[in-house]
Every structure is written in C-alpha cells, then in structure tokens.
C-alpha cells in the first residue's frame, strides 16, 4: 500500500527523486520515513517527515537529500542531490498509523564514479 518509484542508475554529483505513494486505502498516516540498504550492509534510516511537517536526516545525507511531501497527493519524495556511489543501495520508504507500520517495496538507486 505505499508504492516507491523513481530508482535508477545516475553519475557521482548527479541528482534523483524518488517518490513513495500511499494508498487510498490507508489513512490517517503519521511520520514518514525513508530508509536504505546497501549491499552487505544493514538498513538504515535516511529521513523522516512527521505530520507537522518536521524533517530530519542522517548524518550522511543531511544537506544533500531533502524530504517534501505533497499531502493532497499523498505522496512524499526523497529528494537527492549531490549523489556519491556510497548512496547506492535499494530505497525503501516507511510510513505510520496508530494501528500498523507500512513499508513500501524498494527501489534500487545506483550511484557510478
């Protein structure tokens, strides 16, 4: 019910957005959140933006990714500029209601030198 899109392969010092789409169906969302892994790595969390409209970000990432969100799309991207090859990995956005958490299906990025 949250559908990611908008991975693909880029050049060092290129740009990307992606894009994660909620469903109709579920409503009432809180904080969303953009997570990544990389090859043999574990997940991890990249940016988050709560209802509010307050964002945060990963050390690595802070001043490069942005989050805005469209709320009468229902949408929310992930911003990403600046882009370095250690930013390839498989992006999966992640959102919240009282009831369940949500995880969208990832979308790789790869990032070339």
């Known amino acids: 019910q949250l559908q990611a899109s908008g991975g693909g392969m880029v050049q060092a010092g290129g740009s990307l957005r992606l894009s994660c789409a909620v469903s109709?169906?579920?409503?009432?969302?809180?904080?969303m959140r953009w997570y990544r892994q990389a090859p043999g790595k574990e997940r991890e969390w990249v940016a988050i933006i709560t209802t509010s409209g307050i964002m945060n970000y990963a050390d690595s990432v802070k001043g490069r990714f942005t989050i805005p969100r469209d709320s009468a799309e229902k949408t929310v991207y992930l911003q990403m500029n600046t882009l370095e090859p250690e930013d390839t990995a498989v992006y999966y956005c992640?959102?919240?209601?009282?009831?369940?958490?949500?995880w969208g299906q990832g979308t790789l990025v790869t990032v070339s030198s």
């Open positions: 992640n959102g919240d209601t009282v009831y369940k958490t949500y």
């Open positions: 109709g169906r579920i409503i009432d969302i809180k904080a």
